[in-house]
């Protein structure tokens, strides 16, 4: 069964520092990866996604992620932080093998704050 | 173009009442999906619909909860009797369909508070 993890529960960063989120995956095949990214009150957003090809990948609000297969990660980062994007993060992995549907399986969450 | 939006945002109930969830999706996505994220824990698929078919519902706790799409078009899922453990954040998804291949756009959420 496939699997997320996100090692880090909170982080909390200096505004204008520089950003790495964790997210490691188990999957039986090529993965589709996903970044999501839940501001208070709002509902989840897609920061940005792999399928295939180039293995960095570019997303919304100066994100991008790099796909690592013998690493079996996803690490989501950003060079310079600012104080909007604190938000709780996720990533997932897309279930495609099963031809079932295209579920997501999402790690438990980072929350990031970001200081002043 | 209007988003997926839930109804209610926040639901407060006592063990054993009915709740019944809503979610319009995204016009002319196929696909929606369930999902649930309790406190503190990783969100949690719950079932996928196209149309109106239930395509996947490997991820629906136990038979107090009923989902259901009638026509294809908003959903409703429905816990009855409610329990204590019920409690948490109910997140609908839809998409366009599988060429699109999972971008998946969520709602807001309801958040359900089981007493």
């Known amino acids: 069964a496939q699997s997320v993890t996100q090692p880090d529960i909170h982080i909390t960063v200096s505004e204008g520092a520089s950003l790495e989120l964790r997210c490691n995956y188990s999957?039986?095949?090529?993965?589709?990866l996903f970044w999501y990214v839940q501001s208070p009150g709002q509902g989840l957003q897609l920061l940005l996604k792999y399928f295939s090809g180039d293995t960095l990948v570019q997303g919304i609000k100066g994100f991008e992620a790099e796909f690592k297969r013998s690493q079996s990660s996803f690490n989501l980062r950003k060079p310079s932080v600012h104080w909007s994007d604190a938000a709780e993060y996720f990533c997932?992995?897309?279930?495609?093998?099963?031809?079932?549907?295209?579920?997501?399986?999402f790690g438990t969450g980072t929350q990031l704050k970001v200081e002043l | 173009e209007a988003g997926v939006t839930q109804f209610p945002s926040h639901s407060v109930i006592e063990k054993g009442q009915t709740v019944t969830l809503r979610c319009d999706p995204i016009s002319g996505h196929d696909n929606l999906y369930w999902y649930r994220r309790v406190m503190g824990k990783e969100i949690k698929f719950l079932l996928h619909f196209v149309k109106e078919s239930k395509q996947d519902e490997s991820g629906m706790p136990n038979n107090r909860f009923l989902a259901e799409r009638t026509g294809g078009t908003y959903s409703t899922l429905k816990v009855q009797p409610a329990e204590l453990e019920d409690s948490g954040v109910y997140f609908c998804?839809?998409?366009?369909?599988?060429?699109?291949?999972?971008?998946?756009?969520f709602g807001p959420g309801t958040r359900l508070t089981v007493l």
């Open positions: 997932a992995v897309g279930d495609i093998l099963t031809g079932g549907g295209n579920k997501l399986t």
């Open positions: 999957y039986g095949a090529t993965p589709y």
């Open positions: 998804a839809s998409s366009q369909d599988r060429v699109r291949r999972n971008e998946q756009f």
